[in-house]
């Protein structure tokens, strides 16, 4: 079977995460790469498990030495990124790779890795999306608004992705994700090293 490199990204407030998480858990043959940031560890967090956690200036000189597959700045000035050792250690376990990206950071990929797959993940409503935004309360006010301008903008970039997910019901996303992942992995095999810039 083809090892592959899936993308998902869309809005902060979608529901990525969980429809990843919910995914990955009933399939052996997924991993997700493990991004890395500039941003604080929060409460519970693990280095590692939840990101690799790097100064800002780690982070700056592994940008030089070319380590990121892709890299983006963020609200807040944080940055985050996927290292290209991250990709390949699951890609060498014998699994394809999942990647949660922003909207920047997904189209960085598709420019370097054009086999890659990448999907949208959408709210049903812009007010659902800013409901969950504001009861993760993970950020602050200034940070949620920044989240929902910068979510609008992403809304509109929807079809420059191959293919869109809305996010109304948890188990129903899960299944069409999982639908997706199917249909690719059954392509036929190509060569190429996916994490080749």
């Not at 991004?35 to 790097?54: I, K, N, Q, V």
């Not at 999306?129 to 809304?155: C, F, H, K, P, V």
Request: negative net charge.
């Amino acid at each position: 079977m083809r090892l592959r490199l899936f993308v998902v990204t869309g809005p902060s407030g979608a529901g990525k995460g969980t429809l990843i998480r919910r995914l990955v858990a009933s399939r052996p043959d997924l991993a997700v790469a493990v991004s890395a940031t500039t941003r604080p560890r929060r409460p519970g967090e693990e280095d590692g498990r939840d990101y690799h956690f790097l100064s800002d200036e780690e982070f700056q000189r592994r940008v030089e030495a070319g380590d990121f597959l892709e890299h983006v700045h963020y609200v807040s000035a944080h940055r985050y990124g996927t290292l290209r050792e991250e990709v390949d250690r699951i890609l060498e376990s014998g699994r394809s790779v999942v990647l949660e990206l922003e909207t920047h950071g997904a189209k960085e990929v598709q420019a370097s890795a054009p086999d890659a797959v990448t999907i949208f993940i959408q709210a049903p409503s812009f007010d659902e999306l800013e409901r969950r935004l504001r009861e993760r309360a993970t950020e602050s006010a200034g940070e949620i608004g920044e989240r929902l301008d910068l979510a609008r903008r992403q809304a509109r970039e929807a079809g420059d992705f191959d293919h869109v997910v809305t996010n109304d019901d948890v188990a129903r996303a899960v299944a069409e994700l999982g639908t997706i992942v199917d249909r690719v992995l059954r392509e036929p095999s190509a060569a190429g090293k996916l994490s080749a810039p």
